[in-house]
């Protein structure tokens, strides 16, 4: 995913000076591209194939952890970061001051803020919350927002899981909990009324026993008080272009938005009471 924040990025960012090369940061060790042995050098590759034509020229620094790159963004090295939205959260403390906007690209159609579904399956015997309880969990690996939904049920509900397992990707998630190698799974509701719609059966065996409110976003990007403009700019030209569905479908997003300060507010308390 930080690959495509990346992409998007650099196109939004490219823009913003005539006489300098923007530089955009993002995390190294958080990238999809780090499977490479240059990650930066992968990244450029990729980000010039689509950007060559265009005429698009950028500097790209990668940080190998959250203390580096959010020193360079707050002094003014850098004006605009990609982030894991778990690195954020666990970090918005270092960053928040200096951040005047927030946006993100939401990879599910009409969907700005998401819930997260708690999803049981009709064979477990789950019929409320506190049936949990010595109850097997099935979450997406490296996803902050279902693992901070998971211990607020736990904390309110005062129950210990049987085990929690994680994987990499929610269809993954979901046939296991449908199959019963799990008694429930959290997933985002877009993605699985996607599940659903590609495989019907699946809601014969999966109940949705919970949800939150509008709190999951897929990913985030931070930009500067000096880039605010830029920001708003840009994303309205790409929310403008006749072009932005080819662009998003290769991106695999539906959109871009620039979130509201008590959007990104409201996730955080999300993830701050998980912690309590």
């Known amino acids: 995913m930080l690959k495509k924040l990346f992409i998007i990025l650099t196109i939004l960012f490219s823009y913003t000076s005539a006489n300098e090369k923007p530089t955009l940061g993002y995390l190294e060790r958080l990238s999809t591209v780090t499977k490479y042995d240059n990650s930066l050098k992968a990244l450029n590759i990729v980000a010039n194939d689509i950007l060559n034509e265009i005429g698009v020229d950028f500097n790209i620094k990668d940080y190998s952890d959250f203390d580096s790159i959010s020193k360079v963004y707050n002094n003014g090295e850098i004006d605009v970061i990609t982030l894991d939205l778990r690195e954020y959260l666990k970090g918005f403390k270092k960053v928040d001051d200096n951040t005047s906007i927030y946006v993100t690209l939401p990879d599910m159609e009409n969907r700005r803020l998401d819930k997260l579904y708690l999803l049981v399956n009709k064979d477990s015997n789950i019929n409320s919350l506190k049936d949990l309880k010595n109850k ?8 902050i927002l279902s693992q901070a939904y998971m211990n607020i049920i736990k904390k309110d509900n005062k129950l210990k899981y049987k085990n929690v397992k994680y994987f990499d990707n929610y269809n993954t998630i979901v046939l296991k909990t449908f199959f019963n190698n799990f008694d429930a799974c959290i997933v985002p ?32 990007m931070l930009s500067n008080e000096k880039e605010k403009n830029n920001t708003i700019n840009m994303v309205q030209k790409i929310k403008n272009n006749e ?23 409201k996730i955080k308390q999300f993830y701050l009471k998980s912690l309590k």
């Open 243 to 265: 072009k932005k569905e080819e662009l998003f479908s290769l991106l695999s997003i539906t959109d871009i938005f620039i979130l509201e300060d008590y959007e990104v507010e």
């Open 189 to 220: 509701s877009g993605i699985y009324e996607t599940i659903k719609e590609l495989s019907p059966t699946i809601k014969t065996k999966l109940i949705i026993l919970d949800k939150t409110e509008n709190i999951y976003i897929p990913n985030i």
């Open 136 to 143: 097997s969990l099935a979450l997406r690996n490296g996803e």
